[in-house]
């Protein structure tokens, strides 16, 4: 495999083994995370939608990693984690201090997708200056209490049916990932607890933009696709405008998450655009 770590246990992902990078400790416990081009200076750090893992990138990755040190950590309360999910604040904090220990405070840049979207904004408040480049895609900042009150309930009744094949794919083909990812997607969801999943559920639909955004230094790139709900589309506006110098862009025709996951080309060009001021 290329895109090559220091072992400490695989996992299978299609016709490749993929390393998983335990080495790292916060608080006593790892940070597992896969790593693309170690070689390379420049680090990309891309954080991963709620329910899904690493392979949300791993194309983007395999894309950039010939010029760039590609960092994927795996969320908490995830499969192949080694925590549960406590808060966004939490991870966020925890990829602050990763941050601080390998790259002296700060890397190039960073992107995150839905939940990872979320932890990413969370980082940029607490710390303004940790990357030179951002790229925030379809993170949500509008509270929802209904929303919250519904998530327990509901995945106590049908958390049960995500192990049958057939229910998976049912959820699997809701959220328009392409259809090759299947595989991983079945696999880490069956690796995902019920008390973690409602976990980060809730957190996704409580979280809220910090006044504190708006004193954040990188260079952030705000994506949305049309065709996402009012209230992805209304967050990213919001934090289009907590951030005098950002950029916007509203993608046509796309639903949540299809930027990074099934249009890659895209999304790599829009990274080397961003970082090469093309």
């Not at 065709?227 to 950002?246: C, G, P, V, Y």
Request: hydrophobic share 40%; proline share 2%.
């Amino acid at each position: 495999c290329k895109g090559r770590v220091y072992p400490s246990h695989f996992i299978m992902t299609c016709d490749r083994i993929i390393a998983i990078n335990e080495n790292y400790a916060v608080g006593g416990k790892r940070l597992n995370y896969i790593e693309y081009g170690k070689k390379n200076s420049n680090v990309i750090i891309l954080l991963h939608g709620g329910g899904l893992s690493w392979w949300n990138y791993r194309e983007v990755a395999e894309k950039l990693q010939s010029d760039y040190h590609i960092i994927l950590p795996i969320l908490d309360g995830h499969a192949e984690s080694d925590r549960d999910f406590t808060t966004i604040e939490d991870n966020a904090n925890e990829i602050i201090e990763f941050i601080d220990d390998q790259f002296g405070g700060s890397v190039l840049l960073m992107g995150g997708l839905s939940l990872g979207g979320q932890i990413l904004v969370e980082i940029l408040s607490r710390r303004k200056d940790i990357c030179k480049y951002a790229i925030v895609e379809s993170a949500l900042v509008i509270p929802s209490k209904l929303t919250y009150s519904m998530i327990k309930p509901a995945f106590g009744s049908c958390y049960g049916l995500i192990r049958h094949k057939w229910f998976s794919k049912l959820q699997f083909k809701s959220l328009r990932i392409k259809p090759d990812l299947f595989e991983d997607y079945y696999r880490d969801t069956c690796g995902i607890s019920k008390s973690n999943m409602i976990a980060f559920l809730q957190e996704n639909s409580l979280y809220s933009l910090k006044e504190s955004i708006g004193d954040c230094r990188a260079e952030v790139h705000i994506f949305v696709g049309e065709k996402e709900n009012h209230a992805m589309r209304k967050s990213a506006t919001i934090i289009h405008k907590k951030l005098q110098d950002s950029f916007l862009q509203v993608l046509p025709n796309m639903y949540h998450g299809e930027f990074s996951i099934n249009h890659v080309a895209d999304y790599v060009n829009n990274v080397l655009e961003i970082v090469e001021q093309r």
